[in-house]
């Protein structure tokens, strides 16, 4: 188990490797970079200096030289714990993304949670009672939601929320609490805020899951151990959640790992845009759109953690749940 | 029509074979599944009964009602089906006595009437009448070692006594209370060696992967058994096995069922079998029951043309005649349109034209304990 778990840490180190080089190269390939923006700008505004700056900043930045160069000399600067430094806000890429990176973990954990605790028990319902009007009502908002864009759902909440109740529904804290000391009355204040965007990134996640949920615990009615099970005198909702969610859910949990997780990490930028939460995926999508190198490739290699690591607990909880695929 | 006997004021026959107490009586009994394309007529008035430690066959093709027979009897017919008519008494003889200490004899239940989620059914699903499936492979729950199957059962079913000694020193049982868990442990053990797993004590800690069909079979027969139940529905127990242990699976069922008294209803469709096992047989073609017997009688003396020619289908041993194997004419007819008069008429080597596709026939008594559903033997 060690041994494997060894294994899996070496693949993943590999494959971080590998991503944060291939997105590098992804970043360099539109023509320009970061300072012919600049340019244009300080040219725009008729700064005569302006080539002189750039030069200047080019070389503080290492922008003159080579491309391989400039990757080894991030990478290894990272494994320092120094990420580079942002050429748009001229600040350390730490600094920038040092809180954001926890409040985004904890926004796709609550993501995570609410999608599994509302997912799978409208799953079972929908395939205990199938074809009745339960069934149909799930089915319909499961498809609903499936089809749904999250950042449209979150603007519809959003003029909801602020228009029709008057609540205050962006952000992660309240303005008394923003730069206040972690306490509390802070904690229950980020609960408080952290909720309704967990909410509207689940939706979107909910819908698909409830479906393939459903399929699965179909299957798995229809398999004999489920029958013998009843044959033993059990009640039917042991029979259910004792033998077949169990053996339903497998699905799920690579799900989990493979798509859920990651698609919440990356896919709930555009609804913390809209809500305007100080996540990873606004700055992300802001660098990208800047060509701030260093700023995108970090984000890039913390999400691809997160993705590995998703992963990996997954792994673990499949063979956990599931005797078959352990290892010997 | 004879023995007809009377119980909440219908009269029914009752054929009487085994002086033995009755157990189980399925009268008329009735299952319809209703699909998009029509009605299906699963089981078309059944009537038989079996008696305590008796071994009861029923034989019949692939989709002639057996299986839902079985499920009809414990409430777990599958939908769209359900029972549409007759009756399935079960004579529910009091294992424990009640908490003043008195023995109540046989109360009757039918056991269409009950509500098939409740309370009164589970308590006989399992405990008094267990099942044991066609599919030994996939009949466990992958992720649960044998014994969690097997605790589940006996924790649900099994009751132990509490032993006192009375005044004179004479030991009374008064009370039971439920087995712990070390003790359902115990008694899985003990289960597993009886069903001749090797190394029970290891082996109940097993996953249904780390064991083979057989031992997964007999597995099945040790979760059905530990409950002590009156009765063991086998639905078709051997028909995924390798042949050799399917000898050591009927062995084990037949050695436990005369310890226990336990009756059996040993669905197959293997003549072979049902030989070495069965007292008595039902057999059925589309639903309709065709003949029962005396194993003896049915095998030397079969009297529906159905069961004649579903006997003369059975290879034998021999020299090489080079004679082709007799097989049953015709198809098996369309379960949403079956033939008129009697079903089998179409494929029916004694089909009598005029007769036979118009009327239906009776069921009649045609020797001792001896009964067939055909026009040949009606006045």
């Not at chain 1, 954990?109 to 929908?126: D, E």
């Not at chain 2, 089981?43 to 079996?50: C, E, M, S």
């Not at chain 2, 004179?168 to 289960?191: L, S």
């Not at chain 2, 072979?272 to 047989?281: F, K, Q, R, T, Y």
Request: aromatic share 8%; hydrophobic share 45%.
């Amino acid at each position: 188990m060690l041994n494997y778990l060894l294994r899996r840490i070496g693949y993943a180190l590999i494959m971080i490797v590998l991503v944060s080089f291939t997105s590098f190269i992804i970043i360099e390939l539109p023509p320009g970079d970061f300072l012919t923006q600049k340019v244009e700008q300080l040219r725009a505004r008729g700064d005569r200096s302006a080539e002189q700056q750039v030069e200047m900043l080019r070389v503080r930045y290492g922008l003159d030289k080579p491309f391989l160069e400039r990757y080894v000399n991030w990478a290894v600067n990272f494994l320092r714990g120094d990420f580079g430094e942002s050429f748009e806000f001229e600040r350390p890429v730490s600094e920038i993304l040092g809180a954001r990176l926890g409040y985004t973990i904890i926004l796709a954990l609550a993501t995570t949670l609410i999608t599994w605790l509302l997912a799978i028990p409208l799953g079972v319902i929908s395939a205990v009672r199938q074809y009745s009007w339960v069934d149909q009502v799930i089915s319909v908002i499961s498809f609903i939601g499936l089809g749904m864009p999250g950042f449209l759902l979150a603007l519809i909440i959003l003029y909801f929320a602020i228009i029709v109740f008057n609540l205050e529904v962006t952000g992660l804290f309240s303005p008394e609490y923003q730069d206040a000391p972690w306490s509390v009355g802070k904690v229950l204040d980020l609960l408080n805020h952290l909720w309704l965007p967990a909410l509207i990134a689940a939706i979107t996640g909910i819908g698909g899951l409830v479906r393939i949920m459903r399929g699965n615990l179909l299957d798995t009615l229809g398999q004999p151990f489920v029958e013998a099970a009843r044959a033993r005198g059990l009640k039917n909702r042991t029979v259910t959640w004792k033998h077949a969610v169990r053996i339903a859910i497998n699905p799920l949990i690579t799900i989990l790992g493979s798509e859920v997780f990651p698609s919440i990490v990356v896919g709930s930028s555009l609804v913390a845009i809209v809500l305007n939460l100080p996540t990873i995926g606004p700055v992300f999508v802001d660098s990208l759109r800047k060509l701030d190198m260093y700023l995108a490739g970090t984000c890039i290699v913390f999400f691809t953690i997160m993705l590995l690591v998703g992963n990996l607990v997954a792994d673990l909880l499949l063979a956990w749940v599931d005797p078959r695929i352990r290892l010997e | 029509m004879e023995n007809a006997q009377t119980l909440a004021g219908q009269t029914f026959v009752n054929p009487s074979m085994d002086s033995r107490p009755t157990l189980l009586e399925v009268r008329d009994l009735k299952v319809e599944f209703n699909i998009r394309g029509g009605v299906i007529k699963a089981v078309d008035g059944l009537t038989f009964d079996i008696k305590r430690g008796q071994t009861v066959g029923i034989i019949g093709e692939s989709g002639c009602g057996k299986s839902v027979t079985a499920r009809a009897i414990l409430r777990m017919i599958p939908k769209p089906g359900r029972i549409t008519g007759g009756q399935i008494l079960y004579y529910r003889y009091s294992r424990y006595p009640d908490r003043d200490g008195a023995k109540k004899d046989v109360e009757v239940i039918d056991l269409t009437t009950l509500d098939p989620d409740g309370e009164l059914i589970r308590q006989i699903r399992g405990g008094e009448i267990a099942m044991i499936f066609q599919e030994p492979m996939s009949s466990l729950t992958p992720v649960y070692t044998a014994g969690t199957h097997l605790n589940e059962a006996i924790t649900l079913h099994r009751l132990l006594p509490i032993k006192r000694l009375g005044d004179q020193m004479v030991e009374a049982i008064t009370k039971y209370r439920r087995v712990t868990k070390e003790e359902a442990r115990q008694i899985a053990i003990e289960m597993l060696r009886r069903v001749g797993i090797p190394k029970p004590e290891q082996r109940v800690d097993s996953y249904p992967h780390q064991l083979s069909g057989g031992q997964r079979q007999r597995v099945m027969i040790a979760i059905a058994l530990s409950t002590e139940p009156y009765m063991l529905i086998a639905d078709e127990p051997t028909t995924a096995l390798d042949v050799s242990i399917e000898a050591q699976i009927l062995d084990i069922m037949r050695e436990l069922q005369q310890t226990a008294n336990m009756a059996i209803m040993f669905i197959t469709h293997n003549l072979g079998v049902i030989a070495s096992m069965a007292d008595e047989i039902v057999v059925m073609y589309m639903g309709k029951q065709v003949e029962r017997a005396k194993v003896v009688d049915l095998f030397y003396h079969p009297k529906h043309p159905y069961t004649q020619a579903l006997l003369q289908s059975v290879p034998r041993l021999g020299p090489k005649t080079g004679a082709r194997l007799a097989s049953i004419e015709g198809m098996v007819p369309d379960p949403l349109n079956l033939p008129t008069g009697c079903v089998f008429h179409p494929r029916c080597p004694a089909f009598m034209p005029g007769k036979c596709d118009k009327l239906i026939p009776s069921w009649n008594k045609v020797g001792e304990n001896h009964w067939a559903r055909c026009l040949l033997y009606e006045e």
